[in-house]
């Protein structure tokens, strides 16, 4: 488990929080709590199969989804439907009341204290954060980094929690976690035992991995990040040309509407790292990242929280460009990458 007592701590870990925050109980409801409102225990196995493991992933799912799972009849969701409602209660709340849940969205370090800065404290959880850029800007050492921090304690900027991370280039280096937890202090061999990995092959393996991740999340409560890296590589080759951009782009949607509702369902902060392509129709134009654009289109766009474009500077220097985000200012900051992953300049 990633949470310790002082007392179990490995001596090289950093020990985990033990605040108010973390003694409190689930952030979410069990989809077995349906069997105390008169739902037997077979509907919830199917609804478990069909990756809904909580009651609001009920409420998350239309009733047309619902039906197209193996012996699900209208009536069935239906009484589905109003257990989970007796459970959930009304889903309208106050302003104070939503200000009073915000305060379990949780802060996760990038590694540098500049980008934090221009974040905000760091990438939050219950909404997803893109990073786009060429070649060589950071990206995936951003990943590695951030698996690292997830693990520490929140007064060392992290989330004393697990990682899940869906690799779709063939990128992720077990070395590279280890010399990244050597400048936090952390053990290495206890930085890889908390990392749950998987290599998505194509779009429809990268679904199923989200899926599975859902059913992780729900029997182990200690996942505090999930990252897929990256997440159009798959989309990019399965799908070619303008004839199937629509099923592309339909794909594409279902999946982010996943990714939102898992990171909202269970409390976690979600990565993706995105390739751009060029824009010619940009170079006279002056925007963010000038002729590159991250490829997606408007449905990526509009599913991610935040936004942030990586670009090359001077030397070793690296540029994040903050370019959307629903309660920061437009901003850049300078970082670079070492031994160690993202770091300040």
């Given at each position: 488990m990633v949470r310790r007592t002082a007392s179990q701590a490995a001596p090289s870990r950093p020990t985990s929080p033990q605040g108010?925050?973390?003694?409190?109980?689930?952030?979410?409801?069990?989809?077995?709590?349906?069997?105390?409102?008169?739902?037997?225990?077979?509907?919830?196995?199917?609804?478990?199969?069909?990756?809904?493991?909580?009651?609001?992933?009920?409420?998350?799912?239309?009733?047309?989804?619902?039906?197209?799972?193996?012996?699900?009849?209208?009536?069935?969701?239906?009484k589905i439907k109003e257990a989970a409602h007796k459970v959930l209660g009304s889903s309208f709340a106050t302003g104070l009341e939503i200000q009073e849940k915000r305060k379990r969205?949780?802060?996760?370090?990038?590694?540098?204290?500049?980008?934090?800065?221009?974040?905000?404290?760091?990438?939050?959880?219950?909404?997803?954060?893109?990073?786009?850029?060429?070649?060589?800007?950071?990206?995936?050492?951003?990943?590695?980094?951030?698996?690292?921090?997830?693990?520490?304690?929140?007064d060392m900027g992290g989330a004393a929690g697990k990682v899940a991370y869906i690799d779709t280039e063939g990128t992720f280096r077990p070395d590279r976690i280890r010399s990244i937890a050597q400048r936090f202090g952390v053990n290495g061999d206890m930085a890889l035992e908390n990392i749950l990995y998987a290599r998505a092959f194509n779009s429809e393996h990268q679904m199923e991995l989200i899926n599975e991740c859902s059913i992780r999340f729900a029997e182990d409560k200690d996942f505090r990040l999930l990252i897929v890296d990256s997440i159009m590589a798959c989309f990019r080759t399965d799908y070619s040309g303008r004839g199937e951009l629509s099923e592309r782009q339909q794909k594409l949607a279902q999946m982010l509407s996943k990714l939102s509702k898992l990171s909202e369902e269970y409390n976690i902060a979600i990565l993706l790292t995105n390739q751009v392509q060029s824009d010619p129709g940009a170079v006279m134009t002056f925007v963010a990242g000038g002729a590159l654009k991250p490829i997606g289109g408007h449905i990526l766009s509009h599913a991610s929280a935040t936004r942030m474009f990586l670009r090359k500077g001077r030397a070793e220097e690296r540029v994040a460009k903050l370019v959307d985000s629903p309660d920061r200012p437009e901003s850049e900051a300078s970082y670079k990458l070492d031994e160690g992953g993202w770091a300040d300049v």
């Open positions: 108010d925050d973390y003694d409190e109980g689930p952030y979410f409801d069990s989809v077995d709590e349906l069997q105390q409102h008169g739902i037997n225990m077979q509907d919830i196995l199917k609804l478990k199969a069909a990756a809904i493991n909580t009651v609001s992933g009920v409420n998350m799912t239309t009733r047309r989804q619902m039906l197209k799972i193996k012996g699900m009849s209208e009536a069935k969701v239906e969205v949780l802060m996760v370090s990038t590694g540098s204290k500049s980008v934090d800065t221009i974040l905000g404290g760091g990438i939050m959880s219950q909404s997803i954060t893109e990073v786009y850029g060429e070649y060589r800007t950071g990206k995936t050492q951003l990943a590695h980094t951030m698996s690292v921090v997830t693990q520490l304690p929140p």
